[in-house]
């Protein structure tokens, strides 16, 4: 499973879906491909411009948009942001007064970041995966409205893991990661997080 497909799992029919940062819109073809309508924007007008050049299809509604400068009230109820830092998900959030029930990110970093900020303007985590594509690893994270208090390991790892068997592996990329990085460095986070990843993986077996 890559990860539009990923994606793709966990929008419902009844889903009104906006996808921010649609690239070639494959999402919406496959959304389209079931009959369902969607919203595919980016902030590209090249972009958007080649994407309306390649696809035809009524369901699709291909625009132009900053952000959710050019989304309206109403429009969607599901908002994907995927391919993107945290950083640009959050400042996303924080210019738009739109709402959404569900939110689906998969972020290139700062995941206890996105967590954390997502927290405080009301959205909590519902479930999280982890993908593995081409031999890289992403987090795909479902946010629900609503808030929650978190664990320091919940923060920095995770939490309700729809594929256990794929987050005890990247937990174990991870530690090899920190522990290489730990033997350069007298970074006490570092250390810190090395224990984390450990108490987790115990949690796991």
């Known amino acids: 499973?890559?990860?539009?497909?990923?994606?793709?799992?966990?929008?419902?029919?009844?889903?009104?879906?906006?996808?921010?940062?649609?690239?070639?819109?494959?999402?919406?073809?496959?959304?389209?491909?079931?009959?369902?309508?969607?919203?595919?924007?980016?902030?590209?007008?090249?972009?958007?411009?080649?994407?309306?050049?390649?696809?035809?299809?009524?369901?699709i509604d291909l625009r132009v948009s900053n952000g959710l400068s050019n989304i309206n009230e109403g429009e969607a109820d599901t908002l994907v942001l995927s391919g993107m830092g945290s950083h640009t998900i959050l400042d996303i959030l924080n210019n738009t007064n739109l709402r959404?029930?569900?939110?689906?990110?998969?972020?290139n970093n700062h995941h206890n970041i996105l967590r954390s900020e997502m927290n405080k303007?009301?959205?909590?985590?519902?479930?999280?995966?982890?993908?593995?594509?081409?031999?890289?690893?992403?987090?795909?994270?479902?946010?629900?409205?609503?808030?929650?208090?978190?664990?320091?390991?919940?923060l920095l790892?995770?939490?309700n893991h729809k594929d256990e068997s794929l987050y005890k592996e990247y937990l174990y990329y991870l530690l090899n990661k920190y522990e290489t990085i730990r033997k350069k460095t007298d970074d006490n986070r570092i250390n810190?997080?090395?224990?984390?990843?450990?108490?987790?993986?115990k949690l796991l077996k």
């Open 1 to 59: 499973m890559n990860r539009i497909e990923a994606i793709y799992s966990y929008i419902d029919l009844e889903d009104k879906v906006v996808d921010v940062g649609c690239d070639q819109a494959k999402l919406s073809l496959m959304l389209a491909s079931r009959n369902q309508k969607s919203i595919a924007s980016d902030i590209s007008e090249k972009v958007i411009k080649r994407a309306k050049s390649d696809i035809n299809n009524p369901l």
């Open 100 to 107: 959404f029930k569900k939110i689906l990110t998969i972020s």
């Open 121 to 154: 303007i009301n959205y909590k985590v519902k479930s999280e995966q982890i993908i593995k594509e081409n031999n890289k690893y992403y987090n795909l994270i479902y946010f629900e409205e609503g808030k929650t208090k978190y664990t320091n390991s919940e």
């Open 157 to 159: 790892l995770g939490l």
């Open 192 to 201: 810190n997080m090395c224990i984390t990843i450990k108490d987790k993986l």
